[in-house]
């Protein structure tokens, strides 16, 4: 485990030194900040749009971020031949694959950070300090980009850059989608299609299940039952991604 | 790491997906019961906007909303229907949206379809004085209908007149359309310039239920979206009470709207439709609760005191009851 932690000192501070994470994360402070733009508003309805606004930046320059650092963890340290030496220490490949997960998630946990602090001063600013709902929805978010990173983490271990830049954009969209997908699926009545429908459903992630920003904005409120549920569904999600990450970059010939 | 235990690691991989699937199961029970269902209902024509908006439904109805803001301030009031519609299907739980949208059908759209009207009435009395003796007497059916039309058209604006309830307006609705038809068939022999004016007479109070009607049954779809809270039962029950004096219904919602927490004024809004219902002894009963709580005392303490005196409060019951002639 230790090595694993020098491997995410390195990662985090690797993707420090990049500047696509400061570009996506001005560009992303600066889209917070401007949904101060819609005090011509109602208080009532420019709240909910700065919690909208934030809420969903956080979320997709987050998924931008988890996504870039993973596709760069593996295929960068084969393009600068740094995997090389490192593999020849007494380094397992899974420690490698576990060490780049959670550099790459101290990455996307400062990057949620430093725009929930934004966030939460325009709050303060407009008079409303954040409740413990918000807290719970920017929480399950990080899990939620967390496990994206995972993903596309486990798929740069035998898929090429192009390959999984599209897959997971495309598996971020589908997996929001999910839901309906089931609700689609009760109505059909082939057997082969509904079994091979309710595979579908249970392989790929239902990102749906971290979004509760668009229900928190209108006031509901959300169970901490609910909560560690679905937390325990992105970590179980997450080893999964892990151990397929682990089986593939094993049989890779590095 | 050696074959055998790497293909242990995919098999374990494959085994995690059976506790997955059991939370999901789990996961969508609680998403049911907490209300966090999104409830969009996918047509096949609204997939392509769904994927795009996978996951950032609050982005896109603030968006319309902007739209829907930018339409009010230029009056254009048709326009946001649509929005109002799409708003409230990306984001039902939003009650501004059903407060906001059924507000400007009951009372915006409802008075810009009667906008033209003093100017119709005008101008019908002007052709009338006009008119020789024979020729007034040949219009008196079409004279009568416009006369009909005008009272019914009086009676859905003013405060002070009975309103319409639920049961009584398909009766006046089939009423305006039985003067329609009565008017198609009389043709346009006669006078044409009557004729325009006085169809459009029956057509404005027709119109304007139709409108309150469509904004009533938004605010009744709200409701059944956001039955936990206060704020759109009192939005229905306001507007029965206000737009519509129909009392019973108000009573019916703002009695609802009671139940969940709420703004004092409320309770005082559920104490003039009592009034107006006809339960002088529930209204009296809600004011001294407002009394007791510390709420508008001093108009709650004026409201005990003309009920237990007069048997009325509400400026509209006094009138009725004649305690405060014109």
């Known amino acids: ?254 | 790491m050696n074959r055998k235990l790497n293909q242990i690691l995919l098999l374990i991989a494959i085994f995690l997906y059976i506790p997955l699937g059991l939370l999901q199961v789990k996961i969508n029970y609680r998403r049911t019961i907490e209300n966090l269902e999104s409830r969009m209902l996918l047509m096949p024509g609204q997939m392509a906007g769904s994927l795009i908006l996978s996951g950032f439904r609050g982005i896109a109805a603030d968006l319309l909303w902007l739209n829907i803001e930018d339409f009010w301030h230029k009056g254009q009031h048709y326009k946001m229907l649509p929005l109002f519609d799409a708003v409230s299907w990306l984001q039902p739980e939003y009650v501004t949206v059903w407060a906001v949208g059924g507000w400007h059908m009951t009372y915006n759209i409802f008075a810009n379809v009667s906008s033209g009207i003093d100017n119709l009435k005008r101008q019908l009395e002007t052709i009338k004085e006009n008119l020789s003796d024979s020729e007034k007497k040949k219009m008196l059916p079409v004279l009568n209908i416009a006369e009909e039309a005008k009272a019914i058209q009086d009676g859905l604006t003013s405060y002070y007149t009975h309103g319409l309830t639920e049961k009584e307006r398909p009766v006046v609705i089939a009423k305006l359309t039985a003067y329609e038809k009565k008017l198609e068939e009389m043709g346009d022999e006669n006078n044409k310039e009557i004729m325009d004016i006085v169809k459009k007479l029956v057509e404005i109070p027709r119109e304007q239920i139709m409108w309150y009607e469509r904004g009533v049954n938004f605010l009744k779809k709200g409701v059944s979206y956001n039955s936990e809270k206060y704020d759109v039962y009192f939005e229905l029950g306001w507007t029965y009470y206000h737009k519509g004096q129909d009392y019973p219904n108000a009573v019916k919602y703002l009695e609802k709207a009671v139940k969940f927490p709420h703004p004092a004024y409320v309770d005082n809004v559920l104490a003039h439709s009592y009034e107006l219902n006809g339960q002088p002894d529930k209204a009296l009963e809600q004011w001294e609760k407002q009394l007791k709580e510390g709420n508008f005392t001093n108009i709650a303490e004026r409201a005990i005191r003309c009920i237990k005196q007069d048997g009325a409060f509400n400026p509209k019951k006094r009138k009725e009851l004649g305690l405060d002639p014109d």
């Open chain 1, 1 to 254: 485990m230790k090595k694993a932690w020098v491997i995410a000192l390195n990662t985090f501070q690797e993707s420090l030194r990049k500047k696509t994470f400061y570009i996506l994360l001005v560009v992303a402070l600066i889209v917070i900040g401007a949904s101060r733009f819609f005090s011509f508003l109602a208080a009532e309805d420019e709240l909910k749009m700065i919690k909208d606004v934030s809420f969903s930046t956080i979320e997709f320059f987050g998924a931008l971020i988890a996504i870039f650092t993973a596709l760069a963890a593996v295929s960068g340290e084969i393009e600068k031949r740094t995997i090389y030496p490192l593999l020849s220490k007494p380094i397992t490949r899974s420690n490698f694959i576990i060490g780049k997960l959670i550099g790459q998630s101290l990455i996307i946990l400062l990057n949620v950070i430093l725009m929930s602090i934004f966030f939460i001063v325009l709050l303060f600013i407009k008079k409303s300090p954040p409740d413990i709902e918000t807290f719970k929805t920017v929480f399950l978010i990080f899990i939620e980009l967390v496990l994206i990173g995972s993903i596309t983490l486990a798929v740069a271990t035998f898929a090429t850059d192009a390959f999984n830049l599209i897959f997971s954009f495309f598996l971020y969209i589908v997996g929001h989608l999910i839901s309906y997908g089931k609700s689609l699926l009760e109505r059909v009545e082939n057997v082969v299609l509904k079994g091979l429908g309710e595979m579908l459903y249970t392989v790929i992630p239902n990102y749906e299940n971290f979004n509760i920003k668009d229900k928190v904005v209108v006031g509901v409120n959300v169970t901490w039952q609910y909560v560690g549920q679905t937390v325990l569904y992105g970590i179980i999600y997450i080893a999964i991604a892990v151990l397929i990450g682990v089986y593939f970059f094993n049989k890779r010939e590095v």
